[in-house]
């Protein structure tokens, strides 16, 4: 009941504090699937077949510290050695730094363009292997005082022979009502999960409430996807109340272990992590359409 009355509270402020700024601040959307399209190939070997691959997820605060956070990322030894990040409300030169300092191959999608940084918004997938072919996922309905649209960012990942699904998103938060957030997973989920070999979604999903997180984790499982990090623990704060808002789900990887970085502060978020294991029963013998090349290629 309290924890109740307090995201009341808190979806109240955050609402009031929308309206005073929506008068002169609606944002400037990208509505072309195709572009602004940013790519980079900046992995200097492509790595042995693994054994596991390291996978971690980070939320940058408009992609500002992004100095602070890929030292953040280069200390700790559960994201030193990461395989791919997937970044969020990231802007094309901060993802191309973070890119270049740790040596990954990348594709960004900027959603918006934010009016607190006048700079692009969106999401990225970096990766030390081979990034095939990508595109952009629009997710339905738009912030109710801003106009801000989310997306998701999906590449293809040659990972030694299989290619692998890996999707970066970013979902709106508690401004959007209950069911229209619901959408956007649905709307996500419905882009992704045709794809019949094994599946990596990361992001921040901003559940914040507890019937947030909820449907979310049913909706990834009712997919046939599993919640990879959800040992991981606390993510972020809002005022008072730590939530655990940033989540990975997969699909043909057995999970070896999970957690997030306490010690980071570059952002509002911690950045989350997860070790896997490609499942024994992942069929890798035909390399699908995804990464042939038929979208873009990254580079």
């Known amino acids: ?80 050695g990461a395989d791919m990040l997937l970044l969020q409300e990231m802007d094309e030169f901060g993802t191309e730094r973070i890119a270049k300092t740790l040596a990954f191959n990348y594709v960004y999608y900027p959603a918006s363009l934010h009016t607190a940084s006048e700079r692009n918004f969106g999401n990225a997938v970096l990766s030390k292997y081979p990034i095939r072919s990508d595109e952009k996922i629009f997710l339905p309905h738009g912030n109710v005082t801003r106009g801000q649209r989310r997306i998701a960012v999906r590449a293809f990942v040659d990972v030694s022979g299989t290619c692998v699904q890996v999707v970066s998103v970013h979902t709106e938060n508690l401004s959007l009502s209950m069911k229209k957030r619901k959408d956007q997973v649905a709307a996500l989920l419905a882009s992704i999960t045709d794809f019949p070999h094994p599946v990596i979604v990361g992001g921040d999903f ?56 306490e010690s980071a502060n570059a952002s509002d978020h911690k950045p989350v992590w997860v070790e896997l294991v490609l499942a024994a029963t992942t069929d890798s013998t035909a390399m699908p359409q995804g990464c042939q090349l038929s979208g873009h290629s990254a580079g």
């Not at 309206?19 to 070997?45: H, I, T």
């Not at 449907?215 to 623990?233: H, I, N, R, Y």
Request: charged residues 20%; aromatic residues 8%.
């Open 1 to 80: 009941m309290v924890l109740t009355l307090a995201f009341r509270i808190i979806r109240r402020i955050v609402l009031c504090g929308l309206v005073l700024v929506s008068a002169c601040s609606q944002m400037f959307n990208y509505l072309d699937k195709e572009s602004p399209r940013f790519s980079g190939s900046f992995a200097v070997v492509e790595p042995d077949t693994p054994e596991s691959i390291t996978v971690v997820s980070y939320n940058i605060k408009l992609g500002e510290e992004v100095e602070r956070a890929s030292a953040e990322l280069t200390r700790h030894p559960s994201s030193s």
């Open 206 to 261: 901003n559940t914040i409430e507890a019937p947030a997180l909820e449907f979310t984790v049913q909706m990834f499982s009712d997919s046939g996807l599993t919640w990879a990090s959800e040992e991981a623990g606390i993510t972020a704060s809002f005022g008072i109340i730590d939530v655990q808002s940033d989540h990975i789900f997969t699909r043909g990887f057995n999970l070896a272990q999970t957690g997030h970085i």
